[in-house]
């Protein structure tokens, strides 16, 4: 399943070969293997989401030299897999207790060796392949460890990890096997209790989070089918017997409820969603959980759930052990535009006037930057309500105003003009001139349009799920961002069957959101080239300065490499992107996302690349890094699965790289120190 290693190939023929390098490599390695010491324990790579390391042996001086070292092939391609047109490979590896830990987007789920990439075990729990699940990914997994004093057997330290069809696994860390005495049979049905309209619409794609013995899980739910589609309802689990602790509505489910005065009643009864599908990130010391949650439903007509909408489109802060509210922002009003918060929020320090403050950071798809103090929510930068474009449809009430950070926006927020065309020709630039004249067209917030309303940024970003990377040393947030430009339209109710026949549409995307007077068609704002209309770059890798409050650089990510035709060549316009950045003390940017399948490392000062190289496949996941082996040789590793919506080439693969065993600096023999930013 792996191929061979080129780095330790020059290593003479031994008598013991074989067993050396994993001894050398349990015995490196083992301090580094406990949660809260391990390079990369958690999916944002430590338990504050910064996807930060403090590795440096790869660096800016020597990044050039960066190597393949193994590949693993989970060998799955979605073979009799019913929605295998949704299927990705987006897993960020977790490590830890001496492995790597990873699912597909099938929930198989896999324990590699860190230094060779060989397999360990795999568990496959089943997952339905007949079902059409409304996206099939996931995105990795949680590690958890038993305190209880004198307690041995299977089953001291677990994989937790959620399914598409809606259960919660708990497996033995250094087996695979179930573990029988969580839930029924090391498994938990997440759809008892709940109100389940369409089975393959509600399912789990992002790690649960842990604090303590409680495993936190949220559900991500296929979006614009009704108005009544299924809560988004979190709850936490005990680790040992899966038994339920908590569980938290964020959609008002009585008077009583803290969201209520922002709902009628009898609207809030019939509406759903309002889910958390990111990743959320635990507060130890504050025993607080994050939670990102996602637009009440439909996206796109809110007629059927006038108000605020209160606490959908919100970073709550949760009491980790009553799952009661702590804290609310709310950071989209009354949502319009499938602008749910999909980023797993941020924790760090922050400089304020010169002094550290305790922070929770949020990153948007409408691509601005929000930033609270951790405990009490308040703003530490100012957020300002300002006015915004009103709905021209009927049975519509757009929030009048919406919360707009001072940070710099990391998207133009103006309005799109027919003169802002591009083109690759005469030709097309006019078609495009005369698409965005045909569009209403107001800047960010532009409410929905039976003619057809202009999003910029659209539903896919701003910052998506792939979130930030955060280095707390320099105050810099860096984050990778989509401009590209989305058509949504409403079509009423009459109209809807015929126009999701329509040929001229094929490429759309057709949503009936059952119960209002409209369906929706949607699809990006694209010239007859296939290319965006509007000037690129179409996705950009961009760093922030939190303590001046300014943007230090910008540069566009990925090429137009297979995208433009045959006369035009490859240019690097920055190009759409899903996935995010991770950031080390080597003063290094790793990230890929974009569609042209390259990995790359830039500067994290100047934001110049450095390094990249071409992968087998999409590289649409968050990439991570380690140490392993008898000298501590730091690994750089990605999945590269492709992307269907994206259009990137499908694989299986995860590759590892590092520096040449000949090239490694001498001082990496002794491990650096575990990074271990303040609470």
Excluded at 62 to 72: C, G, P
Excluded at 196 to 225: C, K, Q
Excluded at 631 to 646: K, Y
């Amino acid at each position: 399943m792996r191929a061979p290693n080129p780095l330790r190939a020059r290593r003479g023929p031994h008598p013991l070969a074989g067993l050396l390098p994993v001894i050398c490599a349990w015995t490196a390695t083992a301090s580094a293997q406990s949660l809260s010491a391990s390079d990369w324990g958690y999916y944002g790579g430590d338990a504050f989401g910064q996807h930060f390391s403090s590795l440096d042996q790869i660096n800016r001086a020597n990044v050039s030299r960066l190597q393949l070292a193994w590949t693993y092939h989970t060998g799955e391609y979605g073979s009799n897999f019913a929605a295998s047109d949704k299927l990705t490979f987006e897993a960020t590896p977790v490590l830890g207790f001496g492995s790597l830990y990873l699912t597909t987007g099938t929930n198989i789920i896999i324990a590699l060796d860190p230094l060779t990439g060989s397999e360990r075990w795999r568990h496959d729990p089943h997952t339905s392949r007949t079902r059409h699940y409304a996206e099939a990914s996931s995105r990795g997994v949680a590690l958890w460890q038993s305190t209880e004093r004198g307690a041995n057997g299977p089953c001291q330290r677990r994989v937790f990890s959620g399914t598409l069809d809606a259960r919660l696994l708990a497996l033995d860390a250094d087996t695979g096997r179930p573990c029988g005495d969580f839930g029924a049979g090391g498994e938990i049905d997440l759809t008892h209790g709940l109100r389940i309209r369409d089975r393959g619409d509600y399912l789990v794609t992002s790690p649960p989070a842990v604090f303590g013995n409680l495993v936190i899980v949220g559900s991500a739910i296929g979006d614009n089918r009704a108005t009544d589609v299924e809560r988004g309802v979190i709850r936490a689990f005990e680790a040992h017997t899966g038994v339920l602790v908590w569980s938290f509505d964020p959609l008002p489910d009585s008077p009583a409820h803290p969201a209520a005065a922002g709902w009628d009643m009898a609207q809030a009864a019939r509406t759903g969603a309002g889910n958390a599908w990111g990743v959320m990130t635990v507060d130890v010391e504050h025993g607080l959980v994050f939670v990102p949650t996602g637009s009440a439903s439909p996206d796109f007509y809110g007629g059927e759930r006038l108000g605020d909408d209160r606490f959908a489109d919100t970073l709550l802060a949760l009491d980790a052990r009553t799952g009661k509210p702590v804290w609310h922002q709310q950071l989209v009003h009354h949502d319009l535009w499938d602008f749910d918060l999909a980023a797993q929020p941020v924790l760090g320090d922050v400089e304020i006037h010169g002094n550290p403050v305790a922070a929770v950071i949020q990153a948007t798809k409408t691509g601005m930057l929000y930033v609270f103090e951790r405990t009490r929510g308040q703003a530490l930068f100012p957020v300002i309500e300002r006015h915004v474009p009103a709905s021209h449809v009927p049975g519509e009430r757009a929030s009048a105003t919406q919360p707009f950070s001072t940070l710099p926006a990391l998207v133009p927020q103006e309005p799109v003009r027919p003169e802002d065309a591009w083109g690759l020709t005469f030709w097309d630039r006019g078609k495009c001139r005369d698409l965005i004249a045909s569009l209403r067209n107001e800047g960010i917030f532009t409410p929905p349009d039976t003619r057809g309303t202009l999003l910029m940024p659209g539903y896919a970003g701003g910052v998506n799920w792939g979130g930030l990377a955060y280095d707390e040393r320099r105050g810099r947030v860096i984050a990778a961002v989509n401009h590209l430009p989305m058509v949504v339209t409403l079509i009423p109710r009459r109209d809807f069957a015929q126009a999701a026949r329509d040929p001229v549409f094929k490429q759309s995307e057709f949503a009936p959101q059952t119960g209002t007077p409209y369906g929706v068609r949607r699809e990006p704002l694209l010239s007859p080239l296939g290319l965006p209309c509007t000037p690129p770059p179409w996705g950009t890798l961009v760093s922030v300065d939190l303590r001046h409050q300014r943007i230090v650089w910008q540069v566009p990510l990925g090429s137009t490499a297979g995208r433009t035709p045959w006369f035009v060549p490859d240019r690097t316009f920055g190009m759409p992107n899903m996935g995010g950045p991770i950031a080390t003390a080597g003063d290094l940017v790793f990230v890929a996302a974009a569609t042209d399948s390259r990995l790359r490392a830039f500067d994290i000062e100047t934001g110049r690349e450095l390094w990249q190289y071409k992968l087998p496949a999409g590289g649409q996941a968050t990439p991570m890094t380690f140490r392993a082996g008898p000298q501590h040789q730091q690994f750089l590793l990605i999945s590269a699965g492709g992307h269907p919506r994206l259009g990137t080439p499908r694989g299986d693969a995860l590759l590892a790289f590092a520096l040449p065993l000949a090239n490694l600096p001498v001082q990496s023999a002794s491990p650096p120190a575990a990074h271990t930013p303040r609470p």
